[in-house]
Each structure stands twice: as structure tokens, then as C-alpha cells.
């Protein structure tokens, strides 16, 4: 299924749909939403201003410009890489990656996948197709998750050595647990692909290079990030960690992910490691950076409704 107005494509990318004139109950609806999610983003700026989290954040920002570069690079990698999967399916135009920055925020600040739907939302209101969105926003979540679950089996099947020395006593059966979780999870999703999947198979591999290209441009990029703090420490060890750290983040059932990963640092550095605390302060860069675009994107959607009212 094309969600656009055009037939399936001859080239890369269809033609570019038209703003849509959507029912009046359906504006309603979409409006009401928005402003939801756009006060819910607001509220979780209010509550870390609050709590003084980001104030913390000041001392410990690195002043190094190249550091910023590629820290805006991996911020607005994952939401450039969804734009190029709609420019694709939709046509989607620049101001659609707006849209997506919101979908990144609500998904890692407020709920999981509640970016999605508000992204779907938009979509429904903003751009003209055929079919509804639904599907579209649907496969390409589901196709995230696939290829996060194989990259991260890859990596599993490549760390192994070390994560025998650091997955240890009960922590053994949890992790164990956990990579047949996430396995059978992603076969099952593959057994049913022709119930599950409305695009068509070349789009389908389409958006799974592009999600697992997105993986690996990112742990590239935090790598890097990692090195520039820590220059004494080889970009290929720093890729390794994060890299694990990518990996013990998505296992389902495995406790105490932070006190796994700081064991593998130790047996690569030492105790003494500063890795740790190097990428929790990206992290926390990370969440600052969620809350700022957040804020700009959720006065800006506030302010164009009251214009529209």
C-alpha cells in the first residue's frame, strides 16, 4: 500500500501530496491532540527545571565546538533518517522533520510509541493520501524495532568473550532470558510479515537500511563524542562500549543494566575508567538537548493554533 495520492512510484521518491481539507470534526480532534501533546512536552520541561537537572548540566558541559558539532549531528540523526524513510513514502516536505523532532521527544520524554501517534496525527491533517497513514507509521515502527532486535544480536554474537566474564552467577539465566525474548520476538514479527506489513517489499527494505544505517551512523557518532572527552582513549574501544552499551539497553528482562555495563568498562579499563560517567553525561545532554527542542517546537505549536482559532 502507497499512502499518497500518487500510484506506486517509477522513481526514488512519489510526488509531493497537497495540504489536506480535512473534515471539521477531524481538525477538531487533531487540534486537541496536538495541544495535548504539545502541554505534556511542556510540563516535563517544567518539572526538570524544577528539580534542577539541568543547572547540574552547566559546569559539566564540555566548551569544545567540535564537540557540539557532532552532537547536533547524532541528535538530529534518528529524526533525519525517519524524514528520508516519508520522503520516500510520502513525499514528505522539510517541515515534516518538525514533526519528527516532536515524535523523538514524545517517545523517549513521555511515553513510548505516544510520538508516533501524534506524528500519525499530523500526518492525517497536514498532508493529502489515498489511504490512511496508519500503515506507514506502523510498518516503520515495527521495522525500528526488527532492526534494532538483529543489530543488536549481531553485536551479541560479536562481544561474546566479553560478556561471559561480565554476565555472571544469576545475571546468566536473566541474560540468557533475554536474548531468547528478544529472538523470538523478531522471528515471530518476520513469520507474520504479510499480516503485519502494508507497504510494498521494495519499501519495506528500503526503511530497514535506512533504520539500520541510522544505528550504525549513530554509535559512530557517540563514539566520537566519547573520544573527544577522553582523547587518551582509542576511537575503536570507545565504539566497542558504546556499542555494548546500545546493546545491554535493549535486553527486555536484564536488571541493573548500568552495574553490566560498568563491569565490561572494568574489564577493559580498569576501575579506575572514566567511561561511565562520560556517557551519562552524553545521555544527559541528550535528555537537556529533548527538553529545549521541545519547549521552542511546543510554544511554536501553541502559538500557530491560536493564530489558526
Known amino acids: 500500500m502507497i499512502p499518497a495520492t500518487v500510484e506506486a512510484p517509477a522513481a526514488l521518491f512519489p510526488p509531493m501530496p497537497a495540504i489536506r481539507d480535512a473534515p471539521y470534526w477531524r ?8 495541544l495535548t501533546m504539545s502541554g505534556a512536552i511542556l510540563l516535563t520541561v517544567a518539572v526538570q527545571l524544577g528539580s534542577g537537572g539541568l543547572s547540574a548540566l552547566v559546569d559539566a558541559t564540555p566548551r569544545h565546538p567540535a564537540f557540539w558539532a557532532v552532537f547536533a549531528l547524532l541528535y538530529i540523526a534518528p529524526s533525519a533518517a525517519e524524514w528520508l524513510i516519508f520522503r520516500r513514502l510520502w513525499r514528505l516536505p522539510a517541515v515534516g522533520l518538525v514533526a519528527l523532532l516532536r515524535k523523538q ?3 523517549e520524554l513521555i511515553l513510548g510509541y505516544s510520538g508516533d501517534a501524534h506524528f500519525y496525527l499530523w500526518a492525517r491533517g497536514h498532508l493529502r493520501m489515498a489511504n490512511s497513514p496508519f500503515g506507514a507509521v506502523k510498518d516503520v515502527a515495527i521495522l525500528s524495532a526488527v ?8 553485536l551479541m554474537v560479536l562481544s561474546w568473550p566479553l560478556l561471559v566474564e561480565a554476565v555472571a552467577g544469576p545475571l546468566a539465566n536473566t541474560f540468557a532470558w533475554s536474548v531468547a525474548l528478544i529472538a523470538a520476538t523478531s522471528l515471530l514479527l518476520f513469520g507474520f510479515r504479510r499480516q503485519l506489513f502494508s507497504l510494498r517489499r521494495p519499501d519495506l527494505l528500503f526503511v530497514s537500511v535506512v533504520h539500520v544505517a541510522r544505528i550504525a551512523v549513530c ?23 558504546v556499542t555494548l552499551r546500545m546493546m545491554l539497553s535493549r535486553l527486555p528482562l536484564l536488571p541493573a543494566k548500568d552495574v553490566v555495563f560498568a563491569g565490561l ?7 579506575e575508567a572514566q ?6 553525561l552524553i545521555g544527559s545532554l541528550t535528555v537537556a538537548a529533548h527538553l529545549i527542542v521541545g519547549l521552542l517546537t511546543s510554544v511554536e505549536a501553541f502559538a500557530s493554533r491560536e493564530k489558526a482559532a
Not at 222 to 239: D, K
Not at 265 to 271: E, H, M, N, Y
Not at 275 to 280: D, G, K, L, S, T
Open 265 to 271: 568498562v572494568a574489564i577493559l579499563f580498569g576501575r
Open 275 to 280: 567511561i561511565v560517567p562520560v556517557i551519562a
Open 219 to 241: 554509535l559512530g557518532l557517540l563514539a566520537l563524542l566519547a573520544h573527544l572527552l577522553l582523547p587518551e582513549v582509542a576511537v575503536q574501544w570507545l565504539l566497542v562500549l
Open 27 to 34: 481538525n477538531v480532534a487533531q487540534r486537541w491532540a496536538g
Open 105 to 107: 521527544i514524545a517517545n
Open 147 to 154: 532492526s534494532g532486535n538483529a543489530v543488536t544480536l549481531l
